[in-house]
Nanobody, 126 residues
């Protein structure tokens, strides 16, 4: 069982930056093989994919993927030594306001995550 704990959310003004963190409770050898992703969900809406950092096959090489609405503004990275994945969010917009969730998958890609965090609220004021 892998537990994911997000942090770093908060209230910022439009144009500002935030960095979300997601710490995983897993042995390093397990975490390094997980594909990690970020999703977000506004009230009354479906959860939507933000981005992911996926392991490449059986190796520990990684590839990043982003939803079109965050390309060029958000960056996903990971620190396997800290069992943590990050979501750097720049040029935030009011429409980015929502709850952000971290997800992990034992497979390549996060199309069907095996684990979810509890979410962290991001609020961007205009």
């Amino acid at each position: 069982q892998v537990q994911l704990v997000e942090s770093g959310g908060g209230l910022v003004q439009a144009g500002a930056s935030l960095r979300l963190s997601c710490a995983a409770s897993a042995p390093a050898r397990i975490f390094s093989r997980l594909s990690m992703g970020w999703f977000r969900q506004a009230p009354g809406k479906e959860r939507e994919f933000v981005g992911s950092i996926n392991r490449s096959g059986d190796s520990t090489n990684y590839a990043t993927y982003y939803a079109d609405f965050v390309k060029g503004r958000f960056t996903i990275s990971r620190d396997n030594a800290k069992n943590t994945v990050y979501l750097q969010m720049n040029s935030l917009k009011p429409e980015d306001t929502t709850v952000y969730y971290c997800a992990a998958s034992i497979w390549v890609g996060v199309q069907r995550p095996d684990y979810w965090g509890q979410g962290t609220q991001v609020t961007v004021s205009s």
